[in-house]
């Protein structure tokens, strides 16, 4: 047989979620396969493979992108961050907690995905409009449509984070 | 019976109890489950729809260095000799046997230790068949002569369907009757006599979480995690396969990623033991998106609605005739064309019935439950039929729902008497939040603007039996065991509250068990809308069980009745230290009369009635047929809401679900081939979609026998939001749409017929 792409093999480093990692990946590894394989990670999650659901989002040098597209070779020298990574201990992200608060999904599928994608949101515009919250998460998609109590949720953490930031 | 005690509990929003585990990911579903030595399976799917196969090459697979197996269905009569199966009819075949029925049929299964290598191995294989002609359409299917199956083979479980058994040259599966009243007679006496034919189309449950098995069979045990909707039916379909007892055969389903009625029964199960048995290993397949539309769909429908109706607009008489497109395998289509069936003629008190609903095999990929059993499609055939009968009578749409509606203590043409069904508050709040007095602005230029409502109501899969266990602890602390699976709907939760609201207890105390066939005690099933009603009694009856065994307790330590010493202490002076347990017990099924096959009479068809309803208030653009859903509303009778907030999150999200139905979802084919297998081309509603003003509620109401007042929730919303839409359209342009999705096309296409303009080429 000729050289099949899996045959081809090499070592990539990185940080995840603040520590720094290798793993040895194949060619055709995604990083999804590196996050849910090698470091059994259950955050991001594969669901319909082509990038347009949202469930695997995860950050790479602080930008979020689908992992499920994201060839794993590319990770090597990056710094990643997963759902893992945004709490410590039993100290939730902001956003955990208003996604919790509001009641923001139901089988919890594509949670974590949307958790990462708002926190982007609330990083770039801390005071979102509904319109540019529709906008900026329609690249997320929940089965159980808990999009009224996620646009709730945003709005929940956007103002909890503007309170915090006064205060300080 | 309820219980005195009030401890909060009920009608409380709690959080969910694992709302903490879904934020940070670490929730546990199937999807991420990997057991040590275990094999992935990569399916080789049928590429045409109808053919024998004449020839499988496998040697280019088998040579892909890292391949364990590949498997056909030689391999596994090795292990199971007959390996069909299905919750209806045994019809379904573990990997193709001999004949293709569908494109996207599974043939064929690679095993290797990598993902990548079975992927890449399995799309070596080939295969050569002899095609077939084929047949698609659910109408011609009635009367085609081309044969999916070559007999009917009805499954034992289900022993009215017994005579179907052997039955050959149809493609009609089960033909369900309803007869109430003189139909002919009924239309001789009209004044008015209006027919028309609706449809609806196939559609896919979408489940973020695709469906995924794992299963470990060896020395005579086996062991499956699955994201299942039923896992008591899985092991006595597994066993049944395998010829073991029950007890050998252990289900587990942790949390699910989505169901909506796709994950019931028996789906991955039966080939992932079987390639387990047969290896000797853990084997896990987990479906791709675009393999989830080869595994189960909603049925594409044809429904002939005919009513006679007397001049001052009573509707005295109706005939439906409902053809569902079952797809090539039965799956549970027989019981939605039975459930839909008997509801077909809409929540109307008419004086003669006649229903007939079919269920039919055709080349598709195979049809079952999705979030109604039917309901919703046969309600866009009534409902659109209402306003269309409406209109032409020159009376209001509610006015004439409200002079037809079948009330509270009428019969329902099956005999059995509506009861607890709060139709008419559903269509008052409506009314109400649509503003129904006020005179609605059409417009006349290009922008048009109109609303419409509905209102539908379903039977509830019967008769079917929940059991559940409490089990306290030494320390007080206390377990509940259901089989009820948590799929997003927050059944741990609720049943949490049931339990903790009888047994005095904080419900965020208790720790619910998933289901796992050896621990967990038997459930029928997560469908239906039934969980509530049925384990919530069942979880009500145990925790009254462990308080009366508590009681008992104090007793036999010569404690007077109404003692307050606290359960930890009386473990101890039992048992002398912390030890022992105290295990209350429920179990439920409720009356139940089986409907007489000719004529589907019964006292008692349902346990309850499922109630919702739904308006829309929509803008349509007559120069390109686009519009917008300005408003939608949904109003829905689920009696006593447990937990308010996710009583409401079931509402809306089935709202938004079914509006996907309504306006975007399609499968489309091309010769049986499925052209749009993709999250790209087959769109969910998303974000962007979600109407500007979105209104969720239920009504005052109460099931007298749920456990304190509550009925099933998940599927009300469904029913009847499809012909609101339909209505608020054809209110806007003048004519109805016949056939969901109602896409912009559509729109401008009848818009052109009804203003008389030229009609653009298709």
């Not at chain 2, 390996?83 to 996207?104: E, M, N, W």
């Not at chain 2, 509801?343 to 109307?348: E, N, V």
């Not at chain 2, 109404?562 to 017990?585: D, S």
Request: charged share 20%; glycine share 10%.
């Amino acid at each position: 047989m000729s050289q099949k792409p899996t045959s081809q093999k090499r070592t990539i480093q990185f940080k995840l979620n603040g520590y720094p990692v290798s793993a040895d990946i194949q060619a055709g590894d995604t990083l999804i396969d590196v996050l849910t394989q090698r470091f059994s990670l259950r955050g991001a999650r594969e669901s319909c493979g082509q990038g347009l659901c949202g469930c695997c989002t995860v950050l790479v040098d602080k930008k979020a992108i689908s992992s499920c597209l994201y060839l794993a070779w590319f990770a090597d020298g990056t710094e990643i961050e997963t759902v893992e990574g945004i709490s410590s201990g039993s100290q939730l992200d902001p956003v955990q907690q208003a996604f919790i608060d509001a009641g923001a999904f139901q089988c919890g599928f594509c949670t974590p995905g949307f958790i990462m994608m708002v926190r982007e949101l609330l990083k770039e515009n801390p005071d979102p409009s509904e319109e540019d919250i529709r906008h900026y998460l329609c690249g997320n998609l929940c089965r159980c449509s808990a999009y009224p109590e996620i646009i709730d949720a945003v709005k929940l953490a956007a103002s909890r984070q503007r309170e915090a930031a006064t205060v300080a | 019976m309820e219980t005195s005690i009030a401890a909060g509990n009920i009608g409380n929003s709690i959080a969910r109890l694992e709302a903490r585990d879904k934020v940070t990911g670490r929730a546990e579903y199937t999807h991420h489950l990997r057991l040590p030595n275990m094999l992935y399976g990569k399916i080789f799917r049928s590429t045409v729809p109808h053919g024998l196969i004449k020839h499988i090459d496998v040697e280019a697979a088998r040579a892909v260095p890292g391949v364990f197996r590949v498997v056909t269905i030689e391999d596994i009569r090795t292990v199971i000799p007959h390996p069909y199966y299905g919750p209806a009819f045994h019809d379904q075949p573990v990997l193709a046997d001999g004949k293709v029925r569908f494109a996207g049929e599974p043939v064929a299964v690679v095993l290797a230790e990598d993902r990548r290598v079975a992927e890449e191995a399995m799309a070596l294989i080939t295969a050569e068949y002899e095609p077939l002609p084929a047949v698609y359409d659910e109408n011609d299917a009635m009367s085609s002569k081309v044969f999916v199956h070559d007999e009917l083979k009805p499954a034992a479980t289900f022993p009215d369907l017994k005579h179907l058994k052997g039955r050959a040259g149809t493609n009609v599966a089960l033909d369900y009757k309803l007869r109430h009243g003189d139909v002919d007679k009924g239309f001789e006496e009209a004044d008015h006599i209006f027919e028309h034919t609706f449809q609806a189309q196939q559609c896919m449950h979408t489940p973020m979480e695709p469906f995924v098995t794992v299963a470990d069979v060896v020395d005579g045990r086996a062991t499956l995690h699955t994201a299942s909707q039923g896992p008591s039916f899985v092991r006595i379909e597994i066993a049944r396969l395998l010829g073991w007892p029950e007890n050998r055969v252990r289900v587990r389903a942790p949390f699910l990623g989505g169901g909506f009625g796709g994950k019931l029964y028996i789906k991955l199960e039966a080939l992932t033991t079987a390639l387990s048995l047969l290896v000797q290993r853990p084997v896990k397949i987990s479906l791709t998106m675009e393999e989830q539309f080869f595994m189960i769909t909603r049925h594409a429908c044809t429904f002939t609605i005919k009513s006679g109706v007397t001049s001052q607009g009573k509707v005295i008489a109706r005939k439906c005739r409902v053809v569902w497109n079952g797809g090539a395998y039965a799956d549970i289509g027989p019981r939605v064309t039975q459930k839909a069936g008997l509801t077909s003629a809409g929540p109307y008190d008419i004086d003669n019935v006649w229903v007939d609903s079919y269920a039919v095999y055709t080349n598709r990929p195979p049809a079952g439950a999705l979030r109604g059993f039917g309901a919703p499609q046969t309600a866009w055939a009534y409902e659109c039929h209402t306003d269309m009968i409406a209109k032409a009578m020159g009376i209001d749409p509610i006015a004439f729902r409200r002079l037809n509606l079948l009330r509270n203590g009428r019969p329902h043409p099956s005999g059995t008497l509506l009861t607890d069904a709060a139709l008419d508050q559903v269509i008052d709040r409506l009314a109400a939040r649509l503003d129904w007095d006020r005179p609605l602005d059409r417009g006349t230029g290009r922008i048009r603007r109109g609303r419409g409502i509905a209102i539908g109501f379903k039977g509830i899969t019967a008769p079917t039996t929940s059991v559940a266990v409490v089990n306290f602890f030494a320390d007080g602390s206390c377990n509940l065991y259901i089989g009820t699976v948590d799929m997003g709907q927050g059944s741990d939760t609720v049943m949490a509250q049931i339990a903790a609201e009888v047994l005095n207890i904080d419900a965020t105390s208790i720790q619910v068990i998933h289901s796992d066939t050896d621990v967990t005690p038997y459930d029928m099933g997560t469908l239906g809308s039934r969980s509530t009603f049925h384990m919530g009694t069942a979880v009500r009856l145990a925790a009254e069980d462990a308080n009366r065994k508590i009681a008992e307790f104090g007793r036999a330590l010569g404690l007077p009745d109404g003692h307050n010493i606290p359960l930890p202490e009386l473990f101890k002076r039992k048992y002398g230290m912390q030890a022992g347990n105290i295990i209350g017990t429920g179990s439920f099924i409720p009356n139940y009369e089986k409907p007489d096959p000719e004529t589907g009479k019964s006292t008692k068809v349902t346990p309850f009635w499922g109630v919702g309803g739904a308006g829309a208030e929509v803008e349509v653009d007559t120069e390109t047929g686009h519009f917008t859903i300005k408003k939608l509303v949904n109003v829905a009778d689920i009696g006593v809401a447990i937990n308010p907030k996710m009583a409401t999150m079931q509402l809306s999200g089935a709202g938004i679900m079914q509006m996907g139905f309504t306006i975007t979802e399609n499968m489309v084919f091309n010769d049986g081939q499925l052209t749009n297998g993709s999250l790209a081309d087959y769109k969910i509603p998303s974000l962007l979609d979600m109407p500007e003003e979105y209104i969720n509620e239920y009504t005052e109401s109460r099931q007298k026998d749920g456990p304190f007042g509550a009925k099933g929730a998940g599927e009300a919303t469904s029913i009847a939001l499809s012909p609101a839409i339909g209505n608020a359209i054809a209110d806007a342009i003048g004519v109805h749409i016949p056939d969901t999705p109602i896409t912009p096309e559509k729109v401008y296409r009848a818009w052109c017929r009804a203003q008389g303009l030229p009609e653009v080429e298709e």
